[in-house]
């Protein structure tokens, strides 16, 4: 590779909104996105929420001349909702789905039937390996009141996870999608911080689009008013997040927003907006000065919010035990009252209304033996990512101990420990 | 590192049986287990089926002094049974839950409730990274009709792809674990052949042990002696496979099992033998000869494996539509005599049959919904295995048309291919 290598790389994100029946006018939509891909020619276009995978054909269909690589991630009942659309040949993919994405009781909410999961894209441009990542967390139904809080944070640790340990050889690493985080929210600063990856909205130095970079807006026909009332720009969930890891520099050009309107017909192309960056890639000189944030502050700031993380996990698993517990409870009761009913019916007497309780008895037993187990399971899962985060918590306190200038993510390559890992 | 650099790794691998309430002898044997480990100070030792937690806190204190390194991975209802143990400081943590693994209804069998799953720790040693991976697969209770053989084949393939993707900065790799494969079923090949792991077995020129390297004998008091009827020698299901990446040679010094009886009190660790390895890692020289086993040979053996573990994932697929299509007819029966009843019910007549038929119509309905969405998971969850597998067929498939000399392991590294991915 040449000293004065440099890459240009556009990139397209959006969240499509397309649920089969019930988004507004999918399909004129998605023609209009593919129209907007083959006219813009984009080097990566990332999506999600395309829960048909016939919308995601006939979008291949479309784009086979500009996109000839292109990967739906299939996953859960109905799907993971995300696809990419490559100009460059897909070397590998694959991917990870979230061990926790919700109830499955909450059929209204729908997100545990999706399968929610990260895909991994490993593209060789021009000797440059890159690694490509697009995911869709859990969605926030109730920001003062959030019941899928800890399956986020967790969702969020381990798309860290998942990112740490498959991009070690990577040149540049890319994160784009609908991570249902606010930029301040805890499971977006665990990602940001354990990844070291940059938020593209804060480091261009050229963005256009909507007010304070948001992906969902008023001014889009398509979003309900009333729960953006509290945000009255809007809220910036979506994401272009990256780094470079070994000799290469990365920076964001520019970044785009559309803007509740689609900027030919005026009908916007989905409930969220769509981020458009331009990336250049350069070599880094071999002795690179070190990035004054990766000091000391930094590794506080991710012992900082290692710990809220910990701290919210916790009270996760022991909320998943208490479910499990009080179903515990229920299933205990439920054999009883089935004893009881069959000694009834046997004994005659209230006969009929004993067997008329029979099957009920039978529905709440099972229904709670699914609960148990759910949140158990449940349990099981929040447990472990609680057990990766306080071991990384570990080796972040010795190294700061140490006083060591290290970036937090190469943390743990740089220090032994000695003592066992705490359960 | 020095050019002379050399490193012995010894290694403990065991399926410990330890179910609680129905194992036999599961105390005495973990005791015994811990006493043998205590004894013997491997490097690493690394455990299956240690479904109680309270077993493995147990083993840790015990351990604690030679072993200050332990880690249990937590999965599914019950758990995924792995954890190990390390005389050197785990530097990091991390596992990934196979999709596909059995089914709920199966409950005798209670594969689907343990989560299975592929734990991973990154240790460095005299500057070296070791990337271990422990895993154990879903069991294989009737071999001649094998209605896991679909899942066990897209686990091997998760597990593949997992230690393709973490592994690229390592320079050893080393999986240990209870396949529940025969070294020559399709799985145990595709894991090999798409890996490039090494069987120590195969490659040890000094194995002391069972008749074959079996590691389930007839010989060892709590086997089956029925199930194990066909194989006079026993099975070998589990492994020890290894490799070097970059600039490494590694070599299987010894490997010993155990055969069927503990040396010091006549009873068996567990149904199971324990593996013991003795790995020499050293240093390669910068232009090593290639391996003759490298070239087309191995890149045709890949492709053929490649073919048909995708012929049997498709057969997968199919059979899982076709399940769930069954339970969606009988999703639509079900209403029909839900209507039915309701309005024989509201009728008169033959009112109360009607509705002590309501409730078990309800069940079968639920029961079928159940049924349709596990079954379209499954689909999903197969289909997606398939996909990838294809990818890497074509790969395989363009590197030979070049007539490339290259690792299969690496052949995504090495391509580029122009077409689109085909679904």
Chains 1, 2 share one sequence.
Not at 303 to 309: C, P
């Amino acid at each position: 590779m040449k000293p004065n290598f440099s890459l240009r790389l556009r990139i397209f994100n959006l969240n499509c909104w397309g649920i089969p029946y019930l988004s507004k006018h999918r399909g004129d939509r998605m023609k209009r996105l593919g129209d907007l891909l083959n006219m813009e020619s984009f080097d990566l276009a990332l999506l999600e929420e395309v829960w048909s995978e016939q919308d995601f054909q006939r979008l291949r269909q479309k784009l086979l001349p500009a996109y000839p690589a292109a990967h739906y991630f299939r996953s859960g009942v109905i799907g993971s909702g995300l696809c990419v659309f490559s100009k460059h040949p897909i070397q590998e993919f694959t991917q990870h789905v979230y061990t926790l994405n919700g109830y499955p009781y909450m059929i209204h909410h729908g997100d545990w039937f999706c399968g929610k999961a990260v895909g991994l894209l490993v593209l060789h441009l021009s000797g440059l390996v890159l690694n490509a990542y697009v995911t869709h967390l859990h969605a926030e139904y109730n920001r003062q009141k959030d019941v899928y809080l800890t399956h986020r944070v967790a969702q969020a640790w381990e798309l860290a996870q998942f990112i740490h340990h498959t991009s070690k050889k990577a040149d540049v690493v890319l994160l784009c999608g609908d991570l249902n985080l606010h930029p301040k929210d805890l499971g977006c600063r665990l990602l940001k911080e354990w990844t070291g990856l940059h938020d593209a909205y804060h480091e261009t130095r050229d963005f256009k689009g909507s007010e304070e970079g948001c992906t969902m807006v008023p001014e889009n026909c398509y979003v309900s008013q009333r729960e953006l009332e509290p945000f009255p720009f809007g809220i910036r969930i979506d994401y272009v997040l990256y780094k470079a890891v070994s000799g290469f520099y990365i920076s964001c050009k520019t970044l785009r927003t559309t803007t509740g309107h689609d900027p030919h017909s005026g009908t916007p192309l989905s409930d969220h907006e769509a981020l458009m960056a331009t990336l250049c890639v350069r070599h880094s000189p071999p002795q690179h000065t070190p990035d004054p944030t990766q000091g000391p502050a930094e590794r506080s700031r991710l012992i900082s919010v290692l710990k809220e993380a910990w701290t919210e996990l916790d009270l996760g698993v022991a909320q998943a035990r208490w479910w499990a517990t009080f179903a515990g409870y229920v299933i205990g009761l439920g054999l009883l009252l089935l004893a009881l009913l069959c000694a009834l019916a046997a004994g005659g007497g209230v006969r009929e209304v004993a067997i008329l309780l029979w099957t009920p008895s039978v529905g709440v037993l099972l229904g709670a033996g699914a609960v148990y187990l759910f949140h158990m399971q449940e349990a099981k899962g929040l447990s472990r990512a609680r057990a990766e985060l306080q071991h990384v918590l570990g080796r972040a306190r010795e190294a700061q101990d140490l006083g060591l200038e290290s970036q937090p993510a190469l943390l743990l390559g740089q220090q032994e420990r000695d003592g066992g890992e705490e359960q």
